[in-house]
């Protein structure tokens, strides 16, 4: 028999205060693949990733809605194990005066920083500042997190996520309010991130956020999946003209897109 997905979700509906705000019919992460989640403000994208986080629990039915490879009951504590999850509201909590790689560190811990109590040991330290050396970042492993520009501070806080290790990294608009330098740097470090085996899904609105790496694209519309499949079916100046609501054309250059 062949092995579940990795992550599974299946007749899954969130709702608030009477008002679906998420309905999925289906949807799979193998392991290993690398996806992008792509569609507009609203469509439904940081609840999908609340979804997969259980930070947001689906109305429940039978068989569960959500599975963890295979499996409906696992641990909330395993299941953050195998997410890394970087989004705009990490790098804002992390906006502090504790060095990087402390804030590193505390993705072993769950916490901001360090624990009071805690005393990381060498083994733990030198996982830190390997996450920080595989997003470029090593130099700023002393430098005070309120201190560094919004880049810097957004690698961090993607090595951070790294640092347990996780089988599957989601990047929620991961360059949401960056200039046109720090974005570059920080897609150069998705493309080496996508490179390095575990899955990986790329939230975000942004069609230029979409790396070469990454080989499949689903599209969300008023909260709900609307097409998934390989990227060069689904990337055309047609569906995101309709996905957008907007007149567009895209352009695609050596695996990178543009809209105009």
């Known amino acids: 028999m062949s092995e579940p997905p990795l992550l599974q979700l299946a007749n899954a509906r969130v709702v608030r205060d009477g008002r679906t705000i998420l309905h999925v019919d289906e949807f799979r992460i193998a392991e290993g693949e690398r996806i992008a989640v792509l569609g507009p403000n609203g469509a439904g994208k940081s609840t999908l990733i609340k979804l997969l986080t259980r930070d947001v629990l689906p109305l429940w039915v039978d068989p569960s809605p959500v599975l963890f490879r295979g499996q409906a009951r696992i641990p909330l504590r395993e299941a953050r194990r195998l997410l890394g999850v970087v989004s705009a509201e990490a790098q804002e909590q992390a906006d502090v005066a504790l060095p990087a790689l402390e804030i590193v560190l505390g993705g072993l811990f769950g916490s901001l920083?360090?624990?009071?109590?805690?005393?990381?040991?060498?083994?733990?330290?030198?996982?830190?500042?390997?996450?920080?050396?595989?997003?470029?970042?090593?130099?700023?492993?002393?430098?005070?997190?309120?201190?560094?520009?919004?880049?810097?501070?957004?690698?961090?806080?993607?090595?951070?996520?790294?640092?347990?290790?996780?089988?599957?990294?989601?990047?929620?608009?991961?360059?949401?309010?960056?200039?046109?330098?720090?974005?570059?740097?920080?897609?150069?470090?998705?493309?080496?991130?996508?490179?390095?085996?575990?899955?990986?899904?790329?939230?975000?609105?942004?069609?230029?956020?979409?790396?070469?790496?990454?080989?499949?694209?689903?599209?969300?519309q008023n909260n709900r999946i609307v097409a998934d499949g390989p990227k060069d079916g689904l990337l055309t100046s047609e569906r995101l003209a309709e996905l957008f609501d907007i007149p567009v054309l895209l352009e695609e250059r050596d695996g990178h897109y543009r809209l105009w």
């Open 113 to 220: 920083g360090v624990p009071i109590r805690a005393v990381p040991t060498p083994a733990q330290k030198q996982r830190a500042l390997a996450a920080l050396g595989e997003l470029e970042v090593s130099h700023l492993a002393e430098r005070t997190m309120s201190t560094l520009s919004t880049g810097e501070a957004r690698r961090v806080i993607i090595a951070r996520a790294l640092v347990h290790d996780p089988v599957v990294l989601v990047l929620d608009e991961p360059c949401a309010g960056l200039d046109p330098h720090a974005a570059h740097n920080v897609r150069l470090a998705v493309r080496s991130l996508a490179r390095g085996g575990r899955a990986l899904v790329l939230v975000t609105h942004h069609v230029e956020d979409i790396v070469p790496e990454i080989e499949r694209v689903v599209l969300m």
